[in-house]
C-alpha cells in the first residue's frame, strides 16, 4: 500500500487475517517499522469495520521515499490481524503491470 507523506492522519483499508465479533479502539496495537532504520513505533488508533474490510486510521509522519512495515496486533490475543508494506511517497498512485508491454502475442 501507499501513503502520501504530505498527509499525518492516514487511513488505510484491508482485510485482515481473521475478524474479532467484539471489537473495540483498545483491541488493535498498530506498529509501524522503518525498513531503512529498523526504528519501531507504536500508534493510537481508531477503526471499524466496513462491508467486510478494516479501516484503520492513524497518525503518523512518514518521510518521502522510504519503506515501511505495519503490523497490527490483536491486543488480548497478541495474534497478528494484519502484517504488510508500506511505501511513502508524494507520487500518483497508478495502475503499473510487471509486463506491460514486454510480450507481444501474434
Do not use: C
Not at 512518514?62 to 508494506?85: A, C, L, M, P, W
Not at 503491470?97 to 514486454?102: I, K, Q, Y
Amino acid at each position: 500500500m501507499t501513503v502520501n507523506t504530505n498527509d499525518t492522519t492516514h487511513t488505510i483499508s484491508i482485510v485482515p487475517r481473521f475478524f474479532v465479533e467484539s471489537l473495540t479502539e483498545d483491541f488493535l496495537d498498530v506498529v509501524i517499522t522503518d525498513s531503512f532504520r529498523s526504528v519501531n513505533s507504536s500508534l493510537d488508533n481508531d477503526f471499524e469495520i466496513l462491508n467486510g474490510k478494516l479501516l484503520v486510521t492513524f497518525d503518523y509522519n512518514f518521510e518521502d521515499e522510504h519503506n515501511y512495515q505495519i503490523k497490527i496486533i490483536h491486543s488480548n490475543t497478541q495474534e497478528v490481524v494484519y502484517r504488510g508494506e508500506i511505501i511513502a511517497t508524494t507520487q500518483e498512485t497508478q495502475e503499473y503491470l510487471a509486463t506491460n508491454n514486454r510480450y507481444n502475442w501474434n
